[in-house]
C-alpha cells in the first residue's frame, strides 16, 4: 500500500469504530468523497446517517457547515444574499453555510422544491450565483444530504433533476442483535465520557492526493464493455429480457456511466488492488442506478422498485 492508501485505510476504520454496524455506509461514503462527488443518504431516524456524517468531517481538517431544512427555508438562506452596508453605502455578499468544504443537507425533503434547488448549480458547477455574480466553492466540496423515508406529512419529493446530481444513493438497514449490543456499549461510553484512541485528521492535501491516485486504477477493455452495457440495459431493458419490457420510463444517463467508472475504481483502489473486477462493479451499481431509474406506473403498480429492476438486469446482462 502506498502512503496515502494506508493514511485513507486508516480512517477507514476510525469511523467504523465510531459508526458501528455500518461498515457499507462508511465505504461508501468515503468513495463518494475521493470520486469528488454528492451522497443522499436514506434510513428510518436513529441509524446514524448524521452522526457519520459529522463524524467524517471531525476527520478532515476542513469546514463543515449542517443546514437543518425546513419548509420556511429560503434559497438565500443556503446560498447567501446580499445585504446593504451602510458604512460603505454599497451591498456586500454575505456567504450562506454552502460555502464549505463538507455540507450536511439535514432532511433535505422537508424543504420545497425551490429550496432544495438552490443546491442544484453548487452541486454541478461548485459555484454560487447571486445577483448577477458568480462565486466559486472550495476545491474540495461535498454535500451530503439525508432523508427520512418513513414520513410524508411536511415533506417534499427531490425532483429528478436534483437526484441525478447525486454520485450515490445510500439506503441503510436496520441494525442486527449482535451490532445493537455494540451500539449500547459504545453510548454508555461516551456517556460516562471515557476517552477514545485519538485520530489525527487528514488535510485537504491528503484527501486530493488520494484521489489523483485512484485515478491509476486500470479498468480493463471487458470491464469498461460490460459497465456500459450495465447502463444501455436500464434504458433497454425488454433487449435482454421481455419479462422487463414495459416496466421503465426512463434509463439511466451518461452521468451514471462515468460515476460507475470512479467509484468502481475506488472500491477496488480501497480493497488493496490496482484493477477493476466484477466485484467492485457490482459493490456501489445499486448506489449508483437507484436514483437514475423512472420506472412505469405499471411497474409500480405491480411493486416492483428500481433496486429489483437492477437485481434482474445483474442477472441477464452477461459477464465478460
Known amino acids: ?32 468523497l475521493l470520486a469528488d462527488g454528492h451522497a443522499l443518504l436514506e434510513g428510518a431516524p436513529g441509524l446514524a446517517k448524521t452522526k457519520a456524517i459529522k ?35 454599497e451591498f456586500t455578499f454575505r456567504q450562506g453555510p454552502v460555502f464549505a468544504n463538507l455540507v450536511l ?22 459555484q454560487v450565483s447571486v445577483g448577477g455574480k458568480r462565486y466559486s466553492l472550495p476545491q474540495l466540496f461535498m454535500v451530503l444530504a439525508t432523508q427520512n423515508p418513513i414520513e410524508h406529512e411536511g415533506t417534499y419529493n427531490l425532483p429528478e ?33 471515557e476517552a477514545t484512541a ?36 436500464t434504458r433497454h431493458p425488454d433487449r435482454y429480457s421481455q419479462e422487463l419490457a414495459g416496466k421503465v420510463l426512463f434509463g439511466a444517463s451518461p452521468r451514471a456511466t462515468i460515476a460507475l467508472d470512479k467509484c468502481s475504481k475506488i472500491h477496488a483502489w480501497l480493497s488493496g488492488r490496482d484493477f477493476v473486477t466484477p466485484e467492485d462493479i457490482h459493490a456501489v451499481v445499486f448506489d449508483i442506478l437507484r436514483h437514475r431509474i423512472i420506472l412505469t406506473f405499471e411497474a409500480q403498480a405491480e411493486g416492483l422498485a428500481a433496486d429489483s429492476i437492477i437485481e434482474n438486469l445483474l442477472r441477464i446482462v452477461p459477464l465478460p
Open 198 to 233: 485519538p485520530f489525527a485528521p487528514l488535510s485537504i492535501d491528503d484527501i486530493l492526493a488520494a484521489r489523483r491516485e485512484v485515478q491509476t486504477i486500470h479498468m480493463s477493455d471487458a470491464m469498461e464493455e460490460y459497465m456500459v452495457q450495465l447502463v444501455i440495459a
Open 55 to 89: 463524524t467524517l468531517a471531525t476527520c478532515i481538517e476542513a469546514q463543515f457547515n449542517r443546514i437543518q431544512f425546513t419548509p420556511d427555508l429560503l434559497p438565500s438562506d443556503i446560498t447567501g444574499s446580499e445585504i446593504y452596508v451602510a458604512q460603505k453605502g
Open 161 to 193: 433533476a436534483q437526484l441525478d446530481r447525486f454520485l450515490m444513493y445510500i439506503k441503510i438497514d436496520q441494525p442486527e442483535a449482535e451490532t445493537e449490543h455494540k451500539i449500547l456499549k459504545l453510548v454508555r461510553g461516551e456517556d460516562r465520557h
Open 105 to 126: 443537507a439535514d432532511e433535505i425533503n422537508r424543504a420545497p422544491a425551490k429550496v432544495q434547488s438552490a443546491l442544484l448549480e453548487a452541486m454541478a458547477e461548485r
Open 1 to 32: 500500500m502506498s502512503e496515502i492508501q494506508n493514511k485513507i485505510t486508516t480512517l477507514k476504520n476510525y469511523l467504523e469504530t465510531q459508526i458501528i454496524g455500518q461498515e457499507e455506509l462508511v465505504k461508501k461514503l468515503l468513495i463518494t
